[in-house]
């Protein structure tokens, strides 16, 4: 049996280049390095170098806005499904890496191929509650495009009608939280429970930082030994709520609770996708506003300059808006850090009350202030989250996915 995995962010190297193309692409990087492995089956991995001399750079992709992203994504389209036509559907199971920047699901499965689809981001729950502020809900925008797509911009179709065309003819559904699993369900009644599989993707990596190279870190920054190091980790974009932080400091500031030792956040990550850079020039800004707080934007950090910032940090903070499950605060538990994070269905398939708080936005700031109170609780949940984390591990999850597709076949 031979697997073609399809993926729009893939082969691009991106955990060792500092492309920030977020964890759909890390993940895909670390299945084809699992499965290069183990090899459970033949895989062949295609990736937009099949577009020739017009496949984009890692970086020119993380940078495209939504007309040059949409134009790149019915490019992909059309090549990866020419090419797996050139297969035999009897031999040969397609993986896609995405939704939006899938193959044509429909004719893949009217020409006898069993599709089985990954889902990093429901992308009508995310245009729900990053677009549309979630005032919608995604199950409504569905049944609102099945009426109005006549009349609607080409560009909606990558969002509505792909998602519904994966639903509809994948084989299966590998999604990485019940949360997720639910609202799919919400908004395509009409799918199989059975064949949406819920697989979340564990630790990446459980080693630690060394005593050097977190030494290291602080001297670069001069990080005072006393100071509380608050830490978040993702690519830079409104869904990733760094401004929630920001704002919930600024506020923290003003009180008279604010603590009297250093307090030094560090935003590690880059500017990616259709409102990024706007996105960190807000940031900035918010910075600009600290009179008590320093505010560090180090870039992209990856492998041991990772570890080592997690090292450092006493608190990991997750402030996503929205999230389909959450790959840095897995990383960060399986370093020792405990955590604050909001409350939404990614961070809810992970966090649990023993590594830290899970709260509504409106108390994040008494959050932070609890955890930061009391060395010793967070020494007891960074204990807790080393410990969960080693029970979940990627290859683990790599192996149960190949097993997945194999039976499901």
């Known amino acids: ?64 806005g939504e007309r040059a992203y949409a ?11 020419e090419e797996i036509l050139r297969y035999d559907p009897a031999s040969t199971v397609v993986l896609a890496n995405d939704v939006s920047e899938g193959p044509d699901f429909a004719r893949l499965a009217a020409s006898g191929f069993a599709v089985f689809t990954i889902y990093h981001v ?29 009349i609607l911009p080409a560009m909606a179709g990558l969002i509505w009608a792909k998602q519904e065309a994966s639903v509809r003819h994948s084989r299966g559904l590998i999604v990485p939280s019940e949360g997720m699993r639910d609202v799919l369900l919400s908004c395509y009644p009409e799918a199989a429970p059975e064949k949406i599989h819920v697989l979340p993707w564990g630790s990446f990596d459980d080693s630690q930082a060394t005593h050097e190279e977190v030494h290291a870190l602080r001297a670069e920054f001069g990080v005072p030994n006393d100071a509380l ?10 869904e990733k709520g760094q401004d929630l932080l920001l704002e919930a400091l600024i506020d923290w500031e003003r009180r008279d609770d604010f603590p009297t030792r250093p307090l030094w956040l560090f935003i590690c990550g880059e500017a990616a996708f259709m409102q990024g850079e706007r996105f960190l020039n807000r940031l900035r800004s918010l910075a600009r506003r600290f009179q008590r707080t320093r505010v ?29 499950y959450g790959l840095t605060l897995m990383e960060a538990l399986a370093a020792g850090v405990p955590a604050v994070c909001l409350d939404h269905h990614g961070a809810r398939s992970v966090m649990r009350r023993v590594f830290g708080e899970m709260v509504a936005r409106t108390h994040l700031r008494d959050a932070l202030k609890h955890m930061l109170s009391d060395g010793d609780r967070r020494r007891r949940r960074g204990e807790a989250a080393r410990a969960y984390a080693k029970t979940l591990r990627f290859p683990d ?13």
């Open 229 to 238: 190091v608050l830490l978040t980790l993702s690519r830079i974009s409104p």
């Open 122 to 150: 429901d992308v009508v729950a995310y245009v729900s509650a990053i677009y549309l502020r979630g005032m919608i809900r995604p199950e409504t925008t569905v049944r609102w495009y099945r009426r109005l797509h006549p």
């Open 397 to 409: 999850q790599a192996a149960e996915l190949a097993r997945m597709i194999v039976r499901n076949i």
């Open 296 to 324: 560090i934007f180090p870039g992209y950090a990856a492998d041991a300059r990772k570890r080592a910032f997690f090292g450092l940090a006493d608190l990991y903070v997750f402030p996503s808006r929205h999230e389909s």
């Open 1 to 64: 049996m031979q697997v073609l995995y399809t993926a729009a962010h893939g082969g691009f190297e991106t955990l060792s280049k500092g492309i920030p193309l977020g964890g759909g692409a890390a993940v895909s990087e670390r299945l084809v390095e699992e499965w290069s492995r183990t090899k459970p089956f033949s895989l062949r991995l295609i990736t937009p170098s099949i577009l020739g001399a017009a496949a984009p750079g890692g970086s020119e992709l993380a940078s495209f």
């Open 71 to 81: 134009k790149f994504c019915y490019a992909f389209e059309r090549a990866v499904t």
